[in-house]
């Protein structure tokens, strides 16, 4: 055990990921292989990193690289576009050439000739621990629950689609009735670094008893019981992210706590249409060990 207190055990792995990616730009730095640096499970990194340092693992590398990249350009005077485009680990020149203006407003070879340093120093500002927000924050002991469940895979935006579907067979089965049942929602991954079609999302709905064969696809699942840390969310279950960062990024660190490998899950304290939809209520729950 080390003897640092949890948020500075905390930071530590965090500072550790960060200095790793930046002696390791041209090597590999997948989530699989930051998450194990860091000592974290790789099903939680996306959004533990997210919250710690203000952007997604993905574009903090890109980020990171391009910065490389643009130093090289301006102070190497034999460093080509595509020396540059290889080295932060572009396929192809033209490739670089658009992340690189994206990101700060001129093409590699303007910059190589006239470097904008206050722009570099900019776009490189990274948000790390720029703000602190107060939570209301429970931990609780959530008893184990079975759901009937009906699985969303696709673009987020698509979701209430499946959110309908699911009514419908409330409506039709007669089981997991709306009025009496708990309703939940458990997202498999986070939808700010998942590509839209790999997303997944289970739409459920408390059951005390074998869910009937359907043509809906909706089937039974169980939600483990176990210790949770909860958040209750004010408004629209589309803005839901700007609660659950701050458990990560501020509560989490100083907490002592450890997460458990599970997913985090939603119970929808209202419904709609009964309760527009930015006065509902949502809690987060957030597995912990």
């Known amino acids: 055990m080390s003897d640092l207190p ?15 990616i930046d002696g390791n730009l041209e090597g590999d730095l997948s989530v699989k292989t930051l998450s194990r640096v860091a000592n974290f499970s790789a099903f939680h990194f996306h959004r533990q990193f997210t919250a710690f340092v203000g952007v997604p693992v993905s574009r903090y590398v890109q980020l990171m690289r391009l910065r490389r ?8 005077t034999d460093h080509s576009v595509l020396d540059a485009a290889l080295d932060a680990g572009f ?14 407003g001129m093409t ?4 190589s000739k006239e470097p904008n340093w206050q722009v570099w120093n900019t776009v490189f500002a990274i948000p790390h621990f720029s703000r ?42 007669g089981q997991s009735p709306q009025a009496s049942s708990r309703t939940f929602g458990i997202p498999y991954n986070n939808p700010d670094t998942t590509p839209p079609q790999a997303f997944r999302f289970a739409i459920c709905g408390e059951i005390h008893e074998a869910v009937a064969p359907n043509e809906f696809g909706v089937h039974e699942l169980v939600i483990p019981g176990g210790r949770c840390v909860v958040v209750r969310h004010a408004g629209s279950p589309d803005h839901i992210g700007e609660t659950i960062y701050p458990i990560y990024r501020d509560w989490l660190p100083t907490s002592g706590e450890e997460l458990r490998d599970q997913p985090l899950f939603f119970n929808y304290l209202s419904t709609y249409p009964q309760t527009p939809m930015d006065q509902w209520q949502t809690d987060i729950y957030v597995p912990l060990q």
């Open 6 to 20: 949890p948020h500075c055990a905390y930071t530590k792995r965090f500072n550790a990921v960060l200095a790793y």
């Open 69 to 76: 990249a643009a130093h090289r350009l301006a102070a190497l």
């Open 91 to 104: 396929e192809s020149p033209e490739a670089f050439c658009r992340a690189f203006k994206r990101a700060i």
């Open 108 to 111: 590699p070879s303007a910059f």
């Open 132 to 173: 602190t927000i107060i939570m209301q924050v429970r931990i609780v002991d959530f008893p184990e629950v079975k759901v009937a469940a009906l699985e969303h895979c696709g673009p987020p935006g698509l979701v209430n689609e499946s959110v309908r579907k699911f009514i419908e067979w409330r409506i039709q089965s």
